[in-house]
């Protein structure tokens, strides 16, 4: 599976965008790939849709992580290639991160320390992912990963 089919496969990321599309258009360059890692194209799609969040709740005057609650799949959402879902559990694992990590005193820390600083800018983002694990059918249970040295968490759950 190609790059340009796998940021297809992932530009919805975690969000029932009913009235999303894309197009992606491939080019022949006189330089080799520099996309030595599995899933090339998953990032950039998952980027692209949390662009489009943001920029919308930028517009709106909301809060993005509103924005991304509003629009979180749930159980019986099609996904954009017709996949229906089932046992969604984005919005406890949601509530729960949010919860455990204090997010919201974090935010609060991060504007004060902000409007008391100039020009050193702090900032704190939670930022959901969508990505299929193992075949449908086929449950792979959980899978959680504490990443680096600052404690960045992943949960894999299928």
């Known amino acids: 599976m190609g790059t340009a089919s796998m940021l297809m496969i992932f530009s919805d990321n975690a969000y029932n965008f009913t009235n999303f599309s894309y197009e992606t258009k491939v080019c022949r ?16 799609g998952i980027f692209i849709s949390e662009s489009v969040l943001e920029h919308v709740a930028y517009n709106l005057h909301m809060d993005p992580n509103t924005v991304r609650e509003l629009n979180f ?11 229906i879902l089932q046992d ?11 919860t455990q990590s204090n997010f919201d005193q974090k935010v609060k820390m991060c504007a004060a320390f902000n ?21 449908p059918d086929y449950f792979n249970g959980v899978l959680l990963n504490v990443m ?3 404690g960045t968490v992943m949960v894999h759950h299928s």
């Open 115 to 135: 409007a008391a600083n100039r020009f050193r800018k702090r900032g704190v983002r939670m930022v959901p992912v969508k990505y299929g694990l193992g075949a």
């Open 148 to 150: 680096m040295d600052d």
């Open 88 to 98: 969604v559990t984005m919005q406890s694992v949601w509530a729960t991160c949010k």
């Open 29 to 44: 360059t006189n330089t080799c790939s520099n996309t030595a890692m599995r899933a090339p194209g998953a990032l950039n």
């Open 73 to 83: 799949y749930q159980n019986g959402n099609a996904t954009p290639y017709g996949t």
